[in-house]
């Protein structure tokens, strides 16, 4: 009979769907890595004790969210109170494709000796100093700080520098100027945990814009060999930098070179547009491999892997790419 005929194909169908599904799920907790799959809350320092330090040059905004906004301040270090992901199924798929950490709440806020208040919190551990990008919040950034350290399953101390980024699609260019206007904070970051001789190894992941500020700031510790010789590993993902001007820091900051990591996407759309806006000049993160690897650092190309509506943030979202995180570390 045709209804009986539509009432099986119905069936058939949803049967097929929930098996392309399943099989999907299945496909994706087997391709992710030991170091990103989120199985338990506590698999990285940070779930165990979800406290993320922060340093920033943002003006607080008050006691509540959003915590500080995007108006340019004094150094301040803070502590994060932050959410872990969720313990069940539901949250651990969650976790690994979106990340549902959250801020709740902001305490210790000091601009007096902030640095210094900042190192001390880093006390006997190593540090994962993640530096965001272009486009962020306060609290956007804490969450991809956090998420970052989860999937790594980083066992040091998970901090943030978070400069006033204006959070807007069409910031680009207040954007750029804060986040070189934040140099000066963030050396003085970078030489306070230095200066306190319990911390460990520090691992600095910068993302977009946030690479910017980061060569520029070791840029201008070049000649603190103290300062290189604590970093372990520098990794710069999908850096929008002019390559030129890439090629020229690079090139002045001797051995650190060797300890850097590029992860690069000539298919990345925000670095298409953000070259546009600089006039042609293409982005360090899309530009040719070749030309970056003969400035000594190393380079992974994620073209063809994972997916991302932009391919800006792969190294968040796609294990296989946050695996190269976890190896660049490694090699340190």
């Known amino acids: 009979m045709p209804g009986s005929r539509h009432a099986i194909s119905r069936r058939l169908a949803l049967a097929a769907s929930l098996s392309l599904v399943l099989s999907a799920c299945a496909q994706t907790e087997a391709s992710v890595s030991p170091f990103s799959e989120p199985t338990r809350a506590d698999a990285s320092a940070l779930g165990k004790d979800p406290t993320l330090l922060v340093v ?16 340019r301040g004094n150094l301040t270090f803070a502590e994060a109170q932050m959410s872990p992901p969720g313990r069940g199924i539901a949250g651990q798929v969650s976790s690994v494709v979106n ?19 900042f190192a001390e919190a880093a006390n006997g551990r190593d540090v994962l100093l993640y530096v965001h990008g272009y486009n962020e919040t306060f609290e956007s950034a804490a969450r991809s700080a956090a998420q970052l350290s989860h999937s790594l399953e980083f066992q040091g ?15 680009y260019a207040y954007d750029r100027e804060s986040a070189l206007w934040s140099r000066d904070g963030f050396v003085q970051a970078l030489k306070a945990l230095v200066a306190n001789p319990t911390v460990g190894r520090i691992h600095i992941v910068a993302h977009s814009m946030g690479t910017f500020l980061t060569l520029e700031g070791l840029r ?10 604590r970093i372990g590993s520098v990794i710069l993902a999908s850096p929008d930098i002019d390559i030129d001007a890439f090629e020229q820091t690079v090139s002045k900051l001797g051995p ?22 600089a006039g042609g000049v293409a982005r360090a993160g899309a530009a040719d491999r070749s ?3 003969a400035l000594g650092v190393r380079v992974a190309d994620t073209s063809g892997r994972g997916w991302s509506m932009l391919r800006h943030d792969l190294f968040l979202s796609n294990s296989e790419v946050t695996m190269v995180v976890r190896r660049a570390m490694d090699r340190s």
Do not use: Q
Not at 99 to 117: C, F, I, M, P, Q
């Open 220 to 229: 201008e510790l070049r000649e603190s060999s103290d300062v290189y010789a």
């Open 157 to 171: 101390r998970t901090a943030m520098f978070s400069w006033p980024s204006g959070g807007k699609l069409f910031d």
């Open 99 to 117: 990340g549902d950490w959250a801020v709740l709440g902001v305490s210790n806020r000091t601009s007096n000796e902030a640095a210094r208040a």
């Open 256 to 277: 650190l070179a060797r300890r850097m990591t590029l992860i690069i996407d000539p298919g990345d759309r925000a670095l298409a547009i953000s070259a546009r806006l």
């Open 56 to 71: 920033t040059t943002r003006k607080p905004s008050g006691p509540v969210a959003p915590f500080f906004g995007s108006d």
């Open 291 to 293: 030309r970056l690897e």
